[in-house]
């Protein structure tokens, strides 16, 4: 006798069959048991079976939940300033050198406290959830201190422990120099290898590893020298690469075998190339090309020619991409981006899934993986990208149970 069994819906499970690049199952069904799917297929198929609720969802589409797999969700107050600011002409990267930027958000996040680091954070969560997440990547970055940075790792595992979310937490090690470091970036870096990594590593406070390649935050030596010292801890890495100029961050996150690259817009042949030989994702992250009003897109050709897979997040973050929905990034992916409807679900299920390297546990809508699934009221799966500001799922299932 199962726990539930999910019934009368069409089901989008995202692993491809020739024809059928979604994995589509009209009328299908669903069986799970202890927070796992043990039965996908037919209605016909499962029809035998017993569980001790049956679900009927009235012809409703079902997917795997959604992934959101970069994000800056922590932080403390946020940058509504520097939105103005912008409207008013200046850049991204003249707002930083007048103080603002990532720096006026490390300030915020050092004055406040955890509590109210955790109930901003759950804010932020809360929408996320709603809007059918039920996977989050975290990112530290803006403690920029070792004992700020690991504070921000236990936030978000404490965030872990009190949501029915399942959140992966990154160290984003090289975000930006901090002030007191200013003309000592050499000694930074090497506080962050010799520090930093072992604290994190002895905690166990993530897995992964990150860093931003970019003219205003850390060059390709430094990061190099970042990813050899994490490879040799045991972490895995990924990279906010070629976002504002080409720095041949892909090729250089490839080379460490990275989840992923991320951003891209700057992305060349000899990149994607890499990332295709690497398996190393594409998250694209179209919240931050419409916040910053970028006009170079990501090749997205490029890495279609090349079979790069695709990921799509939110980056929800409070100063280039203060988004809070997925169903929204979904919709720019395809807007902005040109991906398709089909690409952009996949960049928020399976993609996402492998970008965060746990695509046998989530992503997909199979026997064995953990029950996430989400339950939408349309017509047609496109409609996931096509809505601005679809309200969420009609029901959000997390690890078996509705939440
Ligand atoms: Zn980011």
């Known amino acids: 006798m199962w726990d539930r069994l999910l019934t009368d819906c069409h089901v989008a499970t995202m692993e491809p069959a020739p024809g059928n690049p979604l994995g589509i199952i009209e009328n299908g069904a669903i069986g799970i048991q202890d927070g796992r799917i043990v039965r996908v297929g037919t209605r016909t198929?499962?029809?035998?079976?017993?569980?001790?609720?049956?679900?009927?969802?009235?012809?409703?589409?079902?997917?795997?939940?959604?992934?959101?797999?970069?994000?800056?969700?922590?932080?403390?107050?946020?940058?509504?300033?520097?939105?103005?600011?912008?409207?008013?002409?200046?850049?991204?990267?003249?707002?930083?050198?007048?103080?603002?930027?990532?720096?006026?958000?490390?300030?915020?996040?050092?004055?406040?406290?955890?509590?109210?680091?955790?109930?901003?954070?759950?804010?932020?969560?809360?929408?996320?959830m709603k809007g059918g997440v039920t996977t989050i990547e975290i990112k530290s970055g803006y403690g920029l201190d070792l004992e700020g940075e690991l504070r921000l790792l236990r936030c978000a595992k404490a965030l872990a422990a009190s949501e029915a979310v399942r959140i992966v937490p990154t160290l984003l090690a090289l975000h930006a120099l901090p002030a007191e470091w200013k003309d000592r970036r050499i000694g930074y870096v090497s506080m962050v290898i010799d520090e930093l990594l072992p604290a994190v590593a002895d905690e166990q406070l993530a897995e992964t590893v990150d860093a931003f390649c970019e003219d205003m935050a850390f060059s390709s030596d430094e990061v190099e020298r970042l990813f050899k010292a994490a490879h040799a801890r045991g972490f895995r890495v990924k990279l906010h690469a070629e976002q504002l100029s080409n720095q041949n961050g892909a090729a250089l996150a490839s080379k460490y075998n990275a989840l992923s690259a991320d951003h891209l817009e700057h992305l060349d042949e000899h990149g994607a190339a890499a990332m295709a030989e690497a398996g190393t994702v594409a998250v694209l992250l179209p919240g931050a090309f419409y916040a910053l009003q970028e006009e170079r897109k990501p090749p997205v050709q490029l890495l279609r020619d090349h079979k790069v897979p695709i990921a799509v997040a939110t980056d929800c973050n409070p100063g280039t991409s203060p988004l809070l929905s997925p169903t929204l990034a979904m919709n720019m992916a395809c807007t902005l981006f040109g991906l398709t409807p089909e690409e952009a679900l996949a960049g928020m299920t399976i993609n996402g899934a492998k970008a965060l390297g746990i695509e046998e546990e989530i992503g997909t809508v199979a026997v064995g993986k953990a029950a996430d699934l989400c339950v939408w009221r349309l017509e047609s799966l496109a409609e996931l990208g096509y809505w601005i500001g679809l309200p969420g799922p009609e029901r959000r299932i997390y690890a078996g149970d509705d939440t």
């Open 45 to 128: 198929d499962l029809a035998g079976n017993r569980a001790r609720e049956v679900l009927p969802l009235g012809g409703a589409w079902v997917t795997p939940g959604l992934i959101d797999c970069h994000t800056h969700l922590i932080f403390g107050g946020n940058r509504a300033d520097e939105h103005a600011m912008r409207r008013a002409g200046a850049s991204y990267q003249e707002i930083a050198e007048a103080g603002g930027g990532i720096a006026s958000t490390v300030k915020r996040t050092r004055e406040a406290s955890e509590p109210e680091l955790l109930a901003s954070a759950a804010m932020r969560l809360d929408a996320l």
